[in-house]
């Protein structure tokens, strides 16, 4: 009978998704929950063919050089910013990630982040858990409205055109977008949705949403002379990756007053924070949770591993980046 084919899963996930793996390979469950340095994770690759991966192991040309038995990385995230597509191109080795399956429920999490930071909500109760809530008055907490107010999409990809439909259908927003390319006219039709150059979008949105994916030419797309162009009544929320915003200059703009508020689910060198967003009671910070429903999670990892099955067993994966 031929050995079986060993496989790594790189992080924790779920016990009956392991199960699933543990029926087509020999599978190395992780120790802990801890991110593996890469230096350990090449040690625990070494005879291994696949990899469950997610969005914190460095996939590159000195890990690939050191595995030469990997044969396939899947991913259980839609980001691949940590995968060096090339370099895995050329050593032969397949990768795949997970779009679709998470779309709406990040949509949802990127609106609900959006109108925290318009209404206050987690200032407000920050404000009444601390015993300040004294008496009602005229100006109170008072925030930004969102319906009827103009929405700014920077990455009109699946979540963006998700967060569109909620905008302009639920709360009755118009709707602005910069993409690289523009939609076709039959996917903005329903949405009402405009495509805008990059600088119109920040000068005209009132709340502006960032679903940009992460690249070398994404870095501090959003920075000092960015937030410059917005309105000081406006209002950004970033579910796309930390590094697309300088916060710095986000963290300054705010405690100037040069913008109203964020709400932040990435970060420059998550899970570190910079200290200054910290210390702002006007941005909405939450630990990069955006598409952390049970469900949602659940079809990531057997997205990951119905890609895993297919590639060692010669099929073409679901959902193939190379």
């Known amino acids: 009978m031929a050995a079986r084919q060993k496989v790594l899963v790189a992080r924790r996930i779920f016990p009956d998704i392991v199960a699933r793996l543990v029926e087509h390979f020999d599978v190395e469950e992780p120790l ?48 691949y910013n940590n995968v060096d597509l090339a370099a895995c191109s ?26 925290a930071a318009a209404r206050r909500i987690t200032e407000a109760e920050h404000y009444l858990r601390a015993g300040r809530w004294g008496q009602w008055s005229i100006d109170l907490l ?57 600088d119109e979008l920040l000068r005209r949105a009132d709340h ?23 309105k000081p009544s406006a209002t950004l929320t970033n579910i ?13 703009a705010l405690a100037a007053g040069r913008l109203a508020a964020a709400g932040l689910d990435v970060f420059e060198g998550e899970p570190a924070l910079n200290p200054a967003l910290l210390a702002l009671s006007n941005v909405v910070l939450t630990p990069h949770i955006a598409s952390a429903s049970l469900p949602t999670r659940r079809a990531m990892c057997n997205l990951a591993v119905d890609n ?15």
């Open 208 to 230: 502006l949403v960032l679903v940009v994916p992460y690249s070398p030419q994404a870095h501090h797309l959003i920075g000092a002379p960015e937030l410059a162009l917005m």
């Open 308 to 322: 895993l099955i297919a590639l060692l067993g010669g099929a073409e994966p679901v959902t193939g980046l190379n």
């Open 32 to 79: 802990d929950d801890t991110p593996l340095p890469q230096a350990e994770l090449i040690r625990r690759l070494q005879g291994k063919v696949g990899l469950f991966a997610t969005g914190t192991e460095l996939i590159d040309a000195t890990l690939l050089a050191a595995c030469p038995e990997l044969r396939a990385v899947c991913l259980m995230t839609v980001g």
């Open 240 to 252: 796309a990756r930390g590094g697309v915003v300088d916060d710095a200059a986000l963290a300054e």
């Open 142 to 198: 008072a925030g930004a409205d969102v319906h009827g107010a103009t929405l700014g999409i920077l990455g009109m990809g699946r979540i963006g055109q998700a967060i569109a439909k909620r905008g302009a259908l639920g709360f009755g927003m118009q709707v602005i977008y910069h993409n690289r390319s523009r939609l076709d006219p039959e996917l903005e039709k329903p949405l009402g949705a405009q495509w805008v150059s990059e």
């Open 90 to 115: 050329a050593q032969g080795v397949r990768v795949t990630n997970a779009p679709d399956v998470l779309t709406e429920t990040t949509a949802d999490f990127g609106f609900g982040l959006m109108l």
